[in-house]
């Protein structure tokens, strides 16, 4: 799924702002993205693939989760897919979801983002960000 988003950068903290869902990046993602300075209060693309979303437990920080609706549920046997409708310009999410399924259309979820896989690109070019040096 590609989200349109902007980074946020105060001091060493750096959030990725997908409409009104703000998820912190940690030190070790950030070590990896020494341009994101460069890309501070700019639009990005924020890229996530199905298996870096999983429906969140209860315990995950709240600057790690994406909250949306669930707008429909594929069910494939040994697992599931669901679409998931984000606050962010009716953008949709797909979470790969594995048994038992305990969803269903029109539900309210919270999604936990793998940080550390999140890609960023440039969201005139598709070009993947990096440092302007670079």
């Given at each position: ?123 005139e070019t598709g070009a993947a960000l990096r440092s302007a040096g670079?």
């Open positions: 799924s590609l989200i349109p988003g902007e980074l946020s950068v105060d001091g060493d903290v750096v959030e990725v702002l997908l409409g009104t869902d703000r998820i912190r990046l940690d030190a070790e993602t950030l070590e990896q993205m020494p341009w994101c300075r460069d890309w501070r209060g700019r639009p990005i693309t924020v890229g996530i693939r199905p298996e870096h979303l999983a429906p969140a437990k209860g315990s995950e920080p709240f600057a790690r989760t994406l909250h949306g609706r669930v707008a429909a549920v594929e069910d494939l046997g040994g697992a599931a897919i669901a679409t998931v409708s984000l606050g962010v310009r009716g953008v949709d999410v797909h979470v790969r979801v594995r048994p038992p399924v305990r969803m269903a259309a029109g539900d309210p979820i919270e999604l936990v983002v793998s940080v550390h896989r999140l890609r960023f690109f440039d969201p670079s």
